[in-house]
């Protein structure tokens, strides 16, 4: 395990981009109330040599048996000791490993995603997302205390931040990781040292944030983390724009599905996302494969989450993203009870003052006329926290 963990992600790079995240992601922005103070610089370099510990430790002992590896309930965050998560089947039968092949040789021809550009990625080259083929780039990786309720709990959503994006959304609040890539380039060990220590540091799952361009390397990592012990469930936390035979390989892998459901309308996904005219059908077919794949989204007794499918939908100014349409199709396509966050934290960032329909925050009212829509169609498992936000 020479290469395990930030061997390509030197101290001070990294550092340097978790204080950037702190500033760019804007966790205190989103949710004020509910953030666990960021780390300080001295704090994350001892959250790294302790990683770098761990790692080590790790290397002696060589991967572990299963019993050995069977968690407490503290230490993977109360999740449960009876919980074992979709991809563990799929580690120990070899298939895990095939499938991340299966994706890992799709980057030679990159068709990845929707776009399927073609991209020689492991030859050097990259493709519309400008991500790499060979590594990843991350931006940062820490307990995350502001994304849903259930995926937090108390020891936080183990979040892990890619670079690069796809679909490159003119509004995009993160633009400097997702447009331009800053971050630090981590190999596959590295990867999977990351999902390890923030199984270590209490963290309920594993939550990849805009995974599609590195699925195949998530793939990777989990196998190689997978046989160091890692018990927490992956939430595959995607913009929703997916290839359905991608997702179909993700079958029995991922246990939390977290996709946005941007737009309704295909002329606003071209506008507003680099022409991505196919967005609504692919994301509808992407939900609804989703949906069968891990059903319901429905939490632990101690109210955290383990399996299922969880929609975010973000309401926009001047209905830019169909919201009331949004809302019908899933209620007329999806169980009753799918759990459906209704956002209402959009605010004008990148080039979203170019459009005069994204220059503004939302209203009270745009965001209770969905709110309404959703219960007339008799959606009953709603997060409506953007209440909150608008106060
Ligand atoms: S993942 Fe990136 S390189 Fe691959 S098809 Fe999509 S945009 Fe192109």
Redesign the pocket.
Known sequence: MDDLLLRNLTRRNFLENTARLCFLVGLSSIFPGCVKPEPSIEETRTEIEETTTQIEVNDEIGEKTEAETKPEAEDVGETGVDFEPAYLKLHRSGELKKRAEELWS??EN??????????N?LGGT??????PGDELVVSSFHAHFGEERPLVGRGGSGTIFFT?C?LRCVFCQNYTISHLGRGSKVNIDGLAGMMLRLQESGCHNINVVTP??YSAHILKALDVAAGYGLRLPIVYNTSGWERLDIVELLDGIVDIYLPDFKFWDSDQSAKFSAGAESYPEMTKAAILEMNRQVGVAKPAQNGVMQRGLMIRHLVMPNDTSGSESVIAWIAENLPKDTYVNIMAQYTPAHKAYDYPELSRRITGEEYQKVVQKATDVGLTNLDVRGYWWLQ
Do not use: I, S
């Open positions: 799709v980057m990159c068709q990845l995603c929707p776009r399927r550009c073609g991209a990625r990259t493709g519309f997302c400008r991500a690069h796809n599609t361009h």
